[in-house]
């Protein structure tokens, strides 16, 4: 089990939680924000300045002449699904033998044919989720006057969906893996999970060898400034949602002059390592639980009780129940520690679904798993076919490249009562994953940098308060990092801020992507 710089996209939340909610049929859901007003804005609008005619110092490191051939390429689009139009732009595998083999990228747009500011290329985050799913979802969610001013550009990063998909077990070892013990006890247990984890890493090489060097984020950067190139843009207009934004900050290192208008929503902390990542990320998860218990307990049909401290004590013990011995589900697959800890986060993204877990809960304390497993397999991408996509397994292959680690058993279990301390609930669960990256059978091809971004025009950096996979610190922390940083919150729950019923943080960012107006310091929203 991973969790490490893990989140789950907008778009794929969006999509889960919508078929849940229509094959449950038992909630009744709303907006997640309240309205809110308009921001203060700087009256002086800030825009990207002149493009430049040079390649930046990366391209010309990586050769001119041999990469240039990317660059150059002419693509053929075809119309593709959701009104989109679909096309394969190749890339090295290895951008230091950049004459060597090519990979081929899946990206779409949606070509209105009049764009004035050319593309906004997306990314929902993950790692491993599909830009190409997330792109049509996207076009519904920016507002008018983005769409009529941007197409809107999706593309699936190297090893992901389309794109020379990573797969490294079947479905039947997928569902073991994500089923099994994520905080072992006992050395039987640990055992076990390194068994599986050995099945996995040695699938991982078997299916995707010669890529698995080459799926760091700083590679998915690279592809990002091909494809701008490609779709005809001299500077890069980008909206990142949660690990995307970690895409956006390292090419905004990396290619600095080609930075336009760039929104990082629900952002990460670049300068962070995997045990500081896991343990800030099981807090956010603790925060926005104790949100969702709080607005729980006040109403009359809450399964938690009455009060904040016994709520979470009846879901502390429900794990930990289902640690000792899982529960049915209607199923041939029992709701187990893990599957449950995944049924718990997905709602926790958003609180209009918030309702899910309560319905789901108040079946479990009963003995059916059935409404919690649901949400587990919402999270995880799994459809009773099998799995609809491969993020899974993928994003352990970015995340153990990016944020390698050395972590034994022996130093996890040192550091379970500091999690504990910073997460009651969830804190032994993320301690213990650091042991997949610990066992990664390859070393990144090329690293991630250090990250400042200077020499960037404005870069907008949103930040929600209660955020339970990228914690409000981490925009924070990313808007400091960033030379051109620019920070814009919104107070309240779920991940990312534009898209989230929010009218101030949505009109902030319409603003900027349009108008190139960056928001006022300090804007809250």
């Known amino acids: 089990m991973t969790v490490a710089r893990s989140s789950l996209p907008n778009g794929a939340l969006a999509v889960a939680l919508a078929v849940l909610v229509a094959a449950l049929g038992a909630c009744s859901v709303g907006s997640s924000d309240d309205d809110a007003?308009?921001?203060?804005?700087?009256?002086a609008a800030t825009t990207a300045p002149t493009p430049s005619e040079t390649p930046t110092t990366e391209r010309a490191e990586l050769g001119a002449g041999v990469i240039d051939r990317f660059y150059e390429q002419q693509v053929e689009w075809s119309p593709c699904e959701a009104g989109f139009e679909c096309a394969t732009v190749q890339v090295p595998v290895d951008y230091a033998d950049a004459g060597?083999?090519?990979?081929?990228?899946a990206v779409n747009r949606r070509d209105t044919g009049d764009s004035p500011l050319g593309a906004l290329i997306v990314n929902p985050g993950g790692p491993g989720a599909s830009g190409i799913d997330y792109a049509p979802q996207a076009a519904e969610q920016f507002g008018d006057s983005v769409l009529q001013s941007y197409d809107i550009v999706g593309f699936d990063p190297r090893g992901v969906a389309t794109s020379d998909p990573v797969d490294c077990l079947d479905d039947t070892g997928v569902d073991e893996l994500v089923a099994s013990d994520p905080d072992p006890?006992?050395?039987?247990?640990?055992?076990?999970l390194e068994d599986l984890l050995t099945d996995f890493t040695a699938g991982c090489v078997d299916d995707a060898g010669q890529l698995l060097p080459h799926l760091s984020t700083t590679d998915v950067a690279r592809d990002l400034d091909i494809i701008r190139e490609v779709v005809g843009d001299d500077?890069?207009?980008?909206?990142?949602a949660s690990y995307g934004t970690f895409i956006g900050a390292v090419y905004a290192e990396l290619f600095p002059e080609q930075v336009g208008r760039m929104v990082l929503d629900g952002a990460v902390d670049p300068s962070l390592g995997i045990d500081e990542v896991n343990k800030q990320q099981a807090v956010g998860?603790?925060?926005?639980?104790?949100?969702?218990?709080?607005?729980?307990?006040?109403?009359?049909?809450?399964?938690?009780?009455?009060?904040?401290?016994?709520?979470?004590?009846?879901i502390q013990g429900f794990l930990d129940d289902l640690d000792a011995e899982p529960?049915?589900?209607?199923?041939?697959?029992?709701?187990?520690?893990?599957?449950?800890?995944?049924?718990?986060?997905l709602p926790l993204y958003a609180p209009m679904y918030w309702s899910l877990l309560d319905q789901a809960m108040t079946q479990a304390f009963v003995g059916d798993g059935s409404t919690l497993l649901a949400l587990a397999d919402a999270y995880l991408q799994r459809t009773e076919s099998g799995y609809a996509s491969n993020n899974t397994e993928v994003i352990s292959a970015v995340n153990c490249l990016d944020d390698p680690s050395d972590a034994t058993v022996a130093d996890i279990r040192k550091s379970i009562p500091v999690f504990e301390r910073a997460s009651p609930t969830f804190g032994a669960i993320f301690a213990w994953s650091p042991l997949t990256c610990a066992k990664w059978p390859v070393k990144p091809a090329s690293p991630v940098p250090d990250i400042?971004?200077?020499?960037?025009?404005?870069?907008v950096v949103v930040g929600t308060t209660r955020d339970p996979a990228t914690p409000y610190r981490?925009?924070?922390?990313?808007?400091?990092?960033?030379?051109?940083?620019?920070?814009?919150?919104?107070?309240?729950?779920?991940?990312t801020g534009y898209g989230m019923g929010n009218t101030c943080i949505d009109s902030a960012v319409d603003a900027y992507l349009v108008e190139g107006t960056v928001p006022a310091a300090g804007t809250r929203c």
Request: net charge negative; proline share 4%; with cysteine.
């Open 327 to 345: 529960v049915a589900t209607g199923t041939d697959r029992e709701l187990t520690e893990s599957l449950g800890y995944y049924g718990l986060a």
């Open 474 to 495: 981490w925009a924070q922390a990313m808007a400091e990092q960033l030379a051109s940083g620019k920070l814009l919150t919104r107070e309240g729950d779920g991940h």
């Open 452 to 459: 400042d971004g200077r020499g960037a025009s404005p870069i």
């Open 285 to 314: 998860f603790e925060t926005a639980l104790r949100a969702y218990v709080a607005a729980c307990v006040e109403k009359p049909t809450c399964p938690l009780g009455d009060d904040l401290k016994t709520g979470i004590a009846g």
């Open 235 to 240: 500077r890069l207009h980008y909206y990142g």
């Open 100 to 105: 060597g083999t090519t990979l081929g990228l």
């Open 37 to 43: 007003a308009d921001p203060s804005v700087q009256s």
């Open 185 to 192: 006890d006992t050395a039987a247990e640990v055992d076990r």
